[in-house]
């Protein structure tokens, strides 16, 4: 059983020390590439997805739908904490 957690901080930390938070929604191979790069190429695909997801469910990523049903991703930057995609913020239409 792969105890993704552990694997949690290096890659956190790395991703904010090279602000990807800044590249927008990227596809998954992106964020694969960069995870295998800093293990050495040492976790096989598998690894890498199960780490990706475990990073996902813990709410570093923004996720949505693109068009060929596939998802793309953004990593968050939690030190500005800002959350540009509430769903409950009020829609506020004015007519002239």
Same mark, same amino acid.
């Given at each position: 059983?792969?105890?993704?957690?552990?694997?949690?901080? !290096? &890659?956190? /930390? +790395?991703?904010?020390?090279?602000?990807? %938070? #800044?590249?927008?929604?990227? $596809?998954?191979?992106?964020?694969?590439?960069?995870?295998?790069?800093?293990?050495?190429?040492?976790?096989?695909?598998?690894?890498?997805? !199960? &780490?990706? /997801? +475990?990073?996902?469910?813990?709410?570093? %990523? #923004?996720?949505?739908?693109? $068009?060929?049903?596939?998802?793309?991703?953004?990593?968050?930057?939690?030190?500005?904490?800002?959350?540009?995609?509430?769903?409950?913020?009020? &829609?506020?239409?004015?007519?002239?």
């Amino acid at each position: 059983m792969l105890d993704c957690s552990k694997y949690e901080k !290096k &890659i956190i /930390n +790395y991703f904010h020390k090279k602000k990807i %938070f #800044n590249l927008g929604f990227l $596809k998954f191979g992106f964020f694969q590439r960069k995870i295998k790069y800093i293990y050495k190429y040492e976790l096989s695909d598998y690894e890498v997805r !199960k &780490i990706f /997801n +475990y990073l996902v469910d813990e709410d570093h %990523f #923004n996720k949505i739908k693109n $068009k060929k049903r596939s998802y793309l991703y953004e990593f968050k930057n939690k030190k500005t904490a800002q959350n540009y995609y509430r769903k409950d913020a009020p &829609i506020v239409l004015t007519f002239s």
